[in-house]
Structures are given as structure tokens and as C-alpha cells.
């Protein structure tokens, strides 16, 4: 197969990303519930373990909290952990050591320290999970100076992002909408780095900017496609990083369409759209719009457990088309 | 002062372990550092009072047999973890009391260039990766540096101090059986004061002794009298030989007594005034060491006079240093959240 080409799926590229660091710096290892010969929950780490050995693959008791504070203890004392919770929804028994310890450390020592720790988090509903395995949890630690938080969404990102991560010096925590795990996309061979804090235009456009995160930026490209045939033409840019945030790609391409529609997975209300529409509010952009800023977020519920209830509880392509059009129409 | 004489020598082997493995030099060095965490803190304490810091702090005065003791058998590279009582640690393992005083005050040649304070006391070139300010907070963090010592095979063995507060957190219970399970070079640490805060262990705890909670995780538990330097050194040293053996993890409670309260907004209501004067009186840590070692022949009155002079010293001189330091620019604010920033 021809290499410019070759074709990964996104659990397979975060696998591929894991290795490499692997071979290339002794000091990487991987610690989570059953990522050794399980192969992970989602099947992301596979076979490592018998390549690296269960010292390096490291299975851990059911401890997210003991389990993320030695994670934060080997980093600061010269190892590069990357620690998989089995869920994201898990990061609420870990989070003493992820908000107190792992964000907070460098700075209370007045920099004598550095925390490189790498922390994984299967996130996002459609699974039939129900309301404990589903959430999208990441703006809760997008709140947290220290730690940075990224949600790479294509199969090249999340192998360019993840080595990104794990040459980092500080926390950096990756939310991974379970739904991806299976699609994919052109991986290049070896060793590369997609940097932090970046955003990606997805799609150009004149007419509305679509800032989206994780598979809402597959979902917003969808929408962009199906209104093309109306005449109607969207930017989509894939915010991919929400701490640090990218303002500038942000601000430039609302300064261009005069329009924004900010999709996200997670609970609506105190979500990153409203970030996000501050951020446009408070800068020179805002003399740009011709229309009300829109949120399109999670419903104000726990995900429920029966598909349709639970399709319903996040925005869906139909819901975005709507949204998009009804904005460039200038319909309220 | 010159070494033990000869008839000291001969007469050591009847001498508790400490008085066997240490030379006299090195005990009354004990001694010195006993007194220089209680100076240290009886001289934040004032500072405090006065209002040259602000914030809160927690004394240790009167468990300075503890720090010391857990310390003694330690190499400089070892490693330790610490708490919000951690003033006495940070000196055991090395640290210097103006640079500590200068952070107290906020001043940027403390330890943490005045973002920490007394909660998060550290010293990373002497090993002492931090004071915490959540209880437990330190416990896995301590197994994650020894399990890097495991995997760079560096030697290091890491104690992780903690209260008996500490005991009843998951974290403590998450930390002791994966350090248990992947046989750390790490040894816990609880240094039992008899009260989280105002809640006696009694009123807490369902164990008689925290130590038997090693049980649960297959590791030696361990008690000693806290307030006796010679247990507690004797313990850790038992400790540290079986960790860097590869042999695991040690749980010592170290029982003893807070002569303060718990901060400063402490009014003591949970405790008996004749409580806390019967520990100051008859179990003060250093009047029981000082007394050994005058009793042992090792140092005599002079030799302790000029050890409390040397002391008071100390004191004076780190609090003019860190009175005499720069208060960081407000345009520093930012620096040390990300290391790209600084």
C-alpha cells in the first residue's frame, strides 16, 4: 500500500503513538485498568504489552485516584507515565490528583518541578452506556490553570497530538469521543507531532464559522456538506485544543463569515460554546457579527439509556443543519 | 567537640541501636536539627503573630523526634513526601530555615519563590518533593516516585509522611496495596498525633493501631513511640534495609503529640488542657533525647548551651534574610503554571 496513504483507524493511530514513544524514550510507560492483555476497555492499547513487557504495560488495580497519583509521582521524579482512564466518567475518582496535585504542583514549587504526564479519557455518549460511561466531562478540567486539555478528532491528530502530549512537559489530559475509535483516516508512518493549542480549519467558508470539537467536527462537516447544495457556505473549524485555547483562529474566521455556531457534545449550559462565545464577544470580532451567536450543546440531562432518548441528548447532523441555516438565514 | 571517648565506646553495646550505629558526632547533630525545627517554628509562629506572615500554618512542636528519626537513616538522594504539617520534615531532610523562612514570607528566595508557603514547604534538591495541603494528597505520589526508582533502578527509597487523618482517605488505602502488590521501595509513614483536626482516632478510626492496617496489605506494621528518636531511627532503619533490598513497603506509626493546635484558628476545645501540659511535660521529644544523650555521656551542658546558641543563631539570621529578600513582581503572576511560561 502505498504509505501517503496508508490508512489507520483512530484507536490504532493513538496505538501506533504509544510505540513509538515507546521506542524512543525508556522512560515512557502506560499504566490503566486492564490495558495489559485485555487490551484496554476500547481496545486501544491491544497487543502492547507483549511487546513491551508488563513493565512498561502496566495493569493496575481498580484505583483511578491512587492510580492518577502515582502517574503524577513518576512524572515529577523523571518518568513520562501515560495513565488510561477506563472512562472519562472516571476522572471524577482521580480528580484530587489531577486538579490538586498533577496541575498545581509545578507552580506551588515555584517551578523546581515538572509534571509530564500523559492521561487518557474514552469520552462522549452513543455507546448505550447510559449516564455513568457517557459523559464529556473535559471542560471541567479545561477550568484548571496547569493542566492542558485537548480532543483531537481525526486518526492523524490523535497520533500527532498524543506524541505532542507526551513530549510535553506539563499535564496534558486527552478526551477521546469513544465513537472515533473505529473511523479512519491517513496516519503518515513514524514519528510526528500535531501541536497543542492549535486550531484546524476543517472546511473554508464565507457565510457561518462552525467552531466544533471532537466527532461534532465530523458531524458539522456533514451539515456543511448537506446545506452546499443551498447555497450556504461553511467554515468548520476543529477547535481540537480547549486549553490553551486557540482565540486567534477563532476570532480571524468569525471576522471573515460575520457568523458563529459554536457544537459541542457535552452539557450546553457552562460548556466551552459559552467560552467560546465570550471569547468572540469580548474581541474586535464582535463588531463583525450580522447575528446572534449560537450554542448547540448537550441537553440539560444525564445521558439516558435508550438510543433514541440518548441520540436526542446531543446534537445531531439534522440539528446543526437547522441551527446553520436558520443563522445565515437570519431567521431567531 | 571530639568523638565519643573510649570508655563511651565500649560502654554503647548496652546502648539503644542508635547510640550503636551513629557516632556521637552525628547524634548530637540530632540534637542541633531537634532544636532547629522547634526554634524554626516557634519562630514562624511569632513572626506570624506579629503579622510578617499571613496564611495559616501548622506547627509540629513536639513531634520532632518523628521527622528526625524517620530521616536519619536517609541517603540525600532518597526521596520524601510530606504534609501540611511539614516544617520539621523539610528540616530533617535537609533543608536550609532562611530559605524556608523566606518563603513563609512570601519573599522569591524561598523554596517555591513564595507560591507555596508553609502548606507546600519543599525542597527538591535535598528530596523533599513537597508538603501537601490534601490529606493523602503526598500517598501516591510516593509510590509513583518509587516506582520510578524501581524502573531507573536509582536505589532511591521514599518515605511518604502522613497524618492518622490520612488513614481514613482512599488515596491511603489505593497507595498502600499497589505498592504492596508491585513491591516499592516506599515506606509509610503515619505519624499519629491522636487527632485529625479535632476528631480523636478514636472517634475515627475503627483500628486500635493504624499500623494494623498493614495487615490488609501484606506488609510489616510497625509501632513506635514517636516522641523516642532511637525508636523511631531503629524503625526506619529497618525500614529503608528492607525496601532497598527490593523486599516492599513498611507501614510505621509513629504515636505522639502536637503541642499545638491544629492551626491558628485553633481554640483546643477537643483536648484537655491537662492533656496537652502532661505531653509537654513529661514526653517532650527533645528533653527526652537531650536527657539520653547527657545520660550516655555523649554531650554534657556546655555542649548544649552551645548547641541552643548555635540554634537561636540560625533563626535570627534566616529571619533577616528572608525580612531582607525581594517580594516577586506582581508581573510574575503567571510564572510556573507551564513551563513554557517559566
Known amino acids: 500500500m502505498d504509505?501517503?496513504?496508508?490508512?489507520?483507524?483512530?484507536?490504532?493511530?493513538?496505538?501506533?503513538?504509544?510505540?513509538?514513544?515507546?521506542?524512543?524514550?525508556?522512560?515512557?510507560?502506560?499504566?490503566?485498568?486492564?490495558?495489559g492483555v485485555y487490551g484496554g476497555a476500547f481496545q486501544v492499547t491491544g497487543d502492547l504489552v507483549e511487546r513491551y513487557g508488563t513493565d512498561r504495560v502496566i495493569d493496575t488495580p481498580i484505583s483511578e485516584l491512587g492510580g492518577?497519583?502515582?502517574?503524577?509521582?513518576?512524572?515529577?521524579t523523571g518518568m513520562r507515565p501515560i495513565f488510561e482512564f477506563q472512562f472519562s466518567d472516571f476522572a471524577?475518582?482521580?480528580?484530587?490528583?489531577?486538579?490538586?496535585?498533577?496541575?498545581?504542583?509545578?507552580?506551588?514549587?515555584?517551578?523546581?518541578?515538572?509534571?509530564?504526564?500523559?492521561?487518557?479519557?474514552?469520552?462522549?455518549?452513543?455507546?448505550?452506556?447510559?449516564?455513568?460511561?457517557?459523559?464529556?466531562?473535559?471542560?471541567?478540567?479545561?477550568?484548571?490553570?496547569?493542566?492542558?486539555?485537548?480532543?483531537?478528532?481525526?486518526p492523524h491528530d490523535a497520533k500527532g497530538m498524543l506524541l505532542?502530549?507526551?513530549?510535553?512537559?506539563?499535564p496534558v489530559m486527552i478526551f477521546e469521543h469513544k465513537l472515533l475509535y473505529k473511523m479512519k483516516g491517513h496516519v503518515p508512518e513514524g514519528h510526528y507531532t500535531v501541536p497543542i493549542g492549535k486550531a484546524e480549519i476543517r472546511r473554508e467558508g464565507r457565510d457561518l464559522t462552525i467552531v466544533?470539537?471532537?466527532?461534532?467536527?465530523?458531524?458539522?462537516?456533514?451539515?456543511?456538506?448537506?446545506?452546499?447544495?443551498?447555497?450556504?457556505?461553511?467554515?468548520?473549524?476543529?477547535?481540537?485544543?480547549?486549553?490553551?485555547?486557540?482565540?486567534?483562529?477563532i476570532i480571524d474566521?468569525?471576522?471573515?463569515?460575520?457568523?458563529?455556531?459554536?457544537?459541542?457534545?457535552?452539557?450546553?449550559?457552562?460548556?466551552?460554546?459559552?467560552?467560546?462565545?465570550?471569547?468572540?464577544?469580548?474581541?474586535?470580532?464582535?463588531?463583525?457579527?450580522?447575528?446572534?451567536?449560537?450554542?448547540?450543546?448537550?441537553?440539560?440531562?444525564?445521558?439516558?439509556?435508550?438510543?433514541?432518548?440518548?441520540?436526542?441528548?446531543?446534537?445531531?447532523?439534522?440539528?446543526?443543519?437547522?441551527?446553520?441555516?436558520?443563522?445565515?438565514?437570519?431567521?431567531r | 567537640m571530639a568523638g565519643a571517648s573510649k570508655a563511651v565506646v565500649d560502654s554503647r553495646a548496652n546502648l539503644p541501636f542508635v547510640y550503636r550505629q551513629y557516632s556521637p558526632e552525628q547524634l548530637r547533630q540530632v540534637l542541633h536539627k531537634m532544636y532547629l525545627i522547634r526554634r524554626f517554628e516557634e519562630g514562624a509562629e511569632e513572626c506570624y503573630m506579629r503579622g510578617l506572615i499571613h496564611g495559616t500554618m501548622h506547627l509540629s512542636i513536639g513531634q520532632e523526634a518523628s521527622a528526625m528519626g524517620i530521616c536519619m537513616p536517609l541517603a540525600e538522594d532518597d526521596q520524601?513526601?510530606?504534609?501540611?504539617?511539614?516544617?520539621?520534615?523539610?528540616?530533617?531532610?535537609?533543608?536550609?530555615?532562611?530559605?524556608?523562612?523566606?518563603?513563609?514570607?512570601?519573599?522569591?528566595?524561598g523554596y517555591c519563590k513564595g507560591r507555596g508557603g508553609s502548606m507546600h514547604i519543599a525542597d527538591v534538591a535535598k528530596g523533599n518533593l513537597g508538603a501537601n495541603g490534601i490529606v493523602a494528597g503526598g500517598i501516591p505520589i510516593a509510590v509513583g516516585a518509587a516506582l520510578s526508582s524501581k524502573r531507573m533502578k536509582t536505589g532511591k527509597v521514599v518515605v511518604s509522611f502522613f497524618g492518622d487523618g490520612a488513614n481514613n482517605e482512599g488515596a491511603f488505602h489505593e497507595a498502600l496495596n499497589m505498592a504492596a502488590i508491585w513491591k516499592l521501595p516506599v515506606i509509610f509513614v503515619c505519624e499519629n498525633n491522636g487527632y485529625g483536626m479535632s476528631t480523636s482516632t478514636a472517634r475515627s478510626t475503627a483500628v486500635k493501631n493504624i499500623a494494623e492496617r498493614a495487615a490488609a496489605y501484606s506488609m510489616p506494621g510497625v509501632i513506635v513511640n514517636g516522641n523516642i528518636f532511637s525508636e523511631v531511627a531503629e524503625a526506619s532503619f529497618k525500614a529503608v534495609e528492607r525496601a532497598r533490598a527490593g523486599e516492599g513497603p513498611t507501614l510505621i506509626e509513629s504515636k505522639t503529640y502536637r503541642h499545638r493546635g491544629h492551626s491558628k484558628s485553633d481554640r483546643n476545645r477537643?483536648?484537655?488542657?491537662e492533656e496537652i501540659e502532661d505531653w509537654m511535660a513529661n514526653r517532650d521529644p527533645i528533653t527526652l533525647f537531650e536527657t539520653e544523650l547527657r545520660d550516655f555521656g555523649f554531650i554534657d551542658d556546655q555542649g548544649i548551651q552551645a548547641i541552643r546558641d548555635a540554634v537561636a543563631k540560625e533563626i535570627a539570621d534566616g529571619i533577616e534574610f528572608a525580612k531582607a529578600s525581594p517580594a516577586p513582581e506582581i508581573a510574575t503572576l503567571q510564572n510556573y503554571v507551564y513551563t513554557e511560561h517559566a
Not at chain 1, 276 to 305: C, H, K, M, N
Request: a negative charge.
Open chain 1, 212 to 249: 466544533a470539537t471532537s466527532i461534532m467536527v465530523q458531524k458539522a462537516l456533514d451539515a456543511a456538506a448537506a446545506l452546499e447544495g443551498e447555497g450556504i457556505d461553511i467554515e468548520v473549524v476543529d477547535l481540537r485544543t480547549i486549553r490553551p485555547i486557540d482565540r486567534q483562529t
Open chain 1, 164 to 170: 505532542a502530549a507526551i513530549a510535553d512537559p506539563d
Open chain 1, 92 to 154: 471524577t475518582l482521580g480528580m484530587e490528583q489531577i486538579v490538586n496535585q498533577a496541575a498545581k504542583m509545578r507552580f506551588m514549587l515555584g517551578g523546581e518541578v515538572s509534571v509530564p504526564v500523559v492521561m487518557r479519557f474514552p469520552a462522549g455518549s452513543g455507546t448505550g452506556a447510559a449516564a455513568q460511561h457517557s459523559q464529556s466531562l473535559e471542560a471541567w478540567l479545561g477550568h484548571v490553570p496547569g493542566l492542558k486539555v485537548i480532543q483531537p478528532v481525526t
Open chain 1, 253 to 331: 474566521s468569525v471576522k471573515k463569515t460575520s457568523r458563529l455556531l459554536c457544537v459541542y457534545e457535552a452539557v450546553k449550559t457552562l460548556g466551552i460554546g459559552a467560552e467560546v462565545s465570550a471569547l468572540v464577544a469580548e474581541s474586535e470580532a464582535f463588531d463583525y457579527l450580522d447575528a446572534p451567536i449560537v450554542r448547540l450543546g448537550g441537553a440539560e440531562t444525564p445521558i439516558p439509556y435508550n438510543p433514541d432518548l440518548e441520540k436526542a441528548t446531543v446534537p445531531q447532523v439534522p440539528d446543526i443543519i437547522t441551527a446553520a441555516r436558520d443563522l445565515v438565514k437570519g431567521v
Open chain 1, 3 to 35: 504509505a501517503a496513504v496508508r490508512e489507520l483507524s483512530y484507536a490504532q493511530a493513538i496505538q501506533e503513538a504509544m510505540a513509538i514513544a515507546m521506542d524512543m524514550d525508556e522512560r515512557v510507560f502506560l499504566m490503566g485498568e486492564d490495558i
Open chain 2, 270 to 273: 477537643y483536648r484537655t488542657k
Open chain 1, 68 to 76: 492518577a497519583g502515582v502517574a503524577v509521582g513518576a512524572a515529577v
Open chain 2, 80 to 109: 520524601i513526601t510530606s504534609t501540611h504539617r511539614g516544617h520539621g520534615h523539610c528540616i530533617a531532610k535537609g533543608a536550609e530555615v532562611s530559605r524556608m523562612f523566606a518563603e513563609f514570607f512570601g519573599k522569591t528566595t
